[in-house]
């Protein structure tokens, strides 16, 4: 980083949509930092934006990062699409612009931290959704970062 330039603030929200639940994750005002914040449990989407919304203002957020499940060939699949679809209507919804990021194993790099951490995977679904949120997050912002140097 020159020393004109100066950290730029940014607020985003990372998702990681799954067909029963969302992990939300959230970041440091400086960017670089992601933190697992809530599992919402999926339910009318009109109440899925108006849990988003109370976040989104609250954080100040300014775009949502959306894991996208590629195939482990790299291409889009039904599953994808779905993501897809949902997740830009809920952009719509929250007036946000929408980032995706491959977001291939996230889940099972998550279930692994917590194997580590001694923490059931089975038992604590909510959490690994959390979790993976975080990755997909915290993969943008260091995707980002990277960029700008």
């Given amino acids: 980083m020159s020393e004109n330039s100066s950290p730029q603030f940014v607020s985003a929200l990372g998702l ?4 029963k639940r969302i992990g939300v994750a ?14 919402l449990e999926r339910s009318a989407f009109e109440r899925d934006v108006a849990q ?5 203002k609250d954080r100040r957020v300014q775009v949502l990062v959306v ?19 949902y997740a830009s209507r ?9 980032e995706y990021v491959d977001e291939r194993l ?22 690994i959704d ?4 975080a990755l997909i997050l915290q993969q943008w912002l260091d995707q980002r970062r990277s960029q700008k140097l």
Avoid at 16 to 19: A, E, F, H, V
Avoid at 90 to 98: F, K, N, Q, R, V
């Fill in 90 to 98: 809920l952009a719509i919804a929250l007036d946000l612009p929408l």
């Fill in 67 to 85: 894991g996208l499940p590629y195939s482990m060939s790299g291409n889009l699949g039904f599953q994808a699409k779905k993501v897809q679809k």
């Fill in 130 to 133: 959390r979790k993976a949120a």
């Fill in 16 to 19: 990681d949509i799954g067909q």
């Fill in 106 to 127: 996230t889940s099972f790099q998550a279930e692994q931290m917590m194997r580590s951490a001694k923490i059931s995977p089975s038992r604590n679904k909510g959490l």
């Fill in 26 to 39: 959230g970041c440091d005002g400086l960017g670089l930092f992601a933190t697992g914040l809530m599992t």
């Fill in 52 to 56: 988003l919304q109370e976040l989104v």
